[in-house]
């Protein structure tokens, strides 16, 4: 059965870090690309970021560049998505997401269609 779990989320002040994982069961993580996407309430899900299934492109929306880090350990089939400089405006549940077939070629933005499986998703909340 292919799943995806995350962990990691929580609360963080302002300008804090905050590590997410996805640990997936079931199937090789290497093969895939993976994306995180996040929702906020009220909002549509959006991507965030996207890693090719062979680590050569990477994808960061405008909002997060800079700030959060997408990255796998195929040892442990887990990635993860580091997030520094926590904002507000970072506040929503993330997901992870992997697709056999999906290409992330580091300019065009993922989307919820592009991908075939989903995490649960994980709360993050960024206040003070």
């Known amino acids: 059965q292919v799943q995806l779990v995350e962990s990691g989320g929580g609360l963080v002040q302002p300008g804090g870090s905050l590590r997410l994982s996805c640990a997936a069961s079931?199937?090789?993580?290497?093969?895939?690309?993976i994306g995180w996407f996040r929702q906020a309430p009220g909002k549509e899900r959006e991507g965030v970021s996207c890693l090719s299934s062979s680590n050569a492109y990477t994808y960061y929306a405008d909002s997060v560049k800079g700030r959060f880090t997408i990255a796998r350990d195929n040892a442990k089939n887990t990635v993860y998505l580091q997030m520094n400089s926590l904002k507000p405006e970072d506040t929503a549940v993330y997901y992870c997401a992997a697709d056999l077939y999906y290409f992330c070629s580091g300019y065009v933005p993922p989307t919820t269609h592009d991908f075939g499986s989903w995490g649960q998703g994980t709360q993050v909340t960024v206040s003070s």
């Open positions: 079931g199937f090789t993580l290497s093969y895939y690309a």
